[in-house]
């Protein structure tokens, strides 16, 4: 399977922002969106948005439309989530996922994953 | 609470079979694809579109589809499946995406 790399474990304080990459092998996007996804400690994925690079176009889950920025540098194939006004239930492992669909967009999945990248809010 | 359901915990007998179901309105008009983690791991891709697999995933996986429902059976199960299983897909307004809410399965 493709890997994707993320960076690495961060701690914030409440109300803070954060930043995470994404950088796709071969440093190319393709024609393939990238997807972010989180998990709480001991909680199930939940999607929170993604970026179709070569589109440019970005869509938000819409519990987090406001405060998730996700962005894409085609020029060296990284990938962004930006998280503001972070709170202590925002402490997770934020994953990213390369996004394919066919079909007319009939079938979507995740078929390779980052490693996992733990934000941790604290006081 | 998620578009797509699924039973919290199932549990089966080594080597016999078990099916993990998603329900959701959108299933009569996207398929699902399922993903299988293991603690501390990322989750892998095990199914997507109507019955695929990704390479490396055992042909003992296999999924199908029945109206608003998403099935992912496992026949013969083994030790080394035991794992969280979520399901995924579109919601109902077909834009944004969402999961299931994992299924836990122990294999006795």
């Known amino acids: 399977q493709v890997q994707l790399v993320q960076s690495g474990a961060e701690v914030k304080k409440p109300g803070s922002s954060v930043k995470v990459s994404c950088k796709a092998p071969?440093?190319?996007?393709?024609?393939?969106?990238i997807s972010w996804v989180r998990q709480a400690p001991g909680q199930g994925l939940e999607w929170m948005g993604r970026?179709?690079?070569?589109?440019?176009?970005?869509n938000y889950a819409q519990q987090f439309q406001g405060r998730v920025t996700i962005t894409a540098d085609k020029s060296t194939g990284t990938a962004y989530l930006e998280f503001n006004s972070l709170r202590s239930e925002d402490t997770a492992v934020y994953f990213c996922?390369?996004?394919?669909?066919?079909?007319?967009?009939?079938?979507?999945?995740?078929?390779?994953w980052g490693q996992g990248t733990l934000v941790t809010v604290s006081s | 609470s998620s578009e797509l359901t699924q039973d919290p915990a199932v549990s089966v007998a080594l080597g016999q079979t078990v099916r993990i179901t998603c329900q959701g309105d959108?299933?009569?008009?996207?398929?699902a694809s399922w993903y299988r983690q293991k603690p501390g791991q990322a989750p892998v891709l095990v199914i997507y579109?109507?019955?695929n697999r990704p390479s490396g995933i055992p042909d003992r996986f296999s999924g199908s589809n029945s109206g608003n429902t998403a099935s992912l059976t496992i026949t013969g199960a083994q030790a080394e499946d035991e794992a969280d299983y979520y399901c995924?897909?579109?919601?109902?307004?077909?834009?944004?995406?969402?999961f299931g809410g994992g299924t836990k399965l122990t294999v006795l």
């Open positions: 996922a390369r996004d394919l669909e066919y079909s007319n967009s009939a079938v979507q999945f995740f078929d390779s």
């Open positions: 071969g440093g190319t996007f393709s024609n393939y969106g």
């Open positions: 970026v179709i690079p070569i589109l440019d176009v970005a």
């Open positions: 959108s299933l009569r008009r996207y398929y």
């Open positions: 579109g109507k019955n």
């Open positions: 995924n897909s579109r919601d109902s307004s077909g834009y944004h995406l969402v």
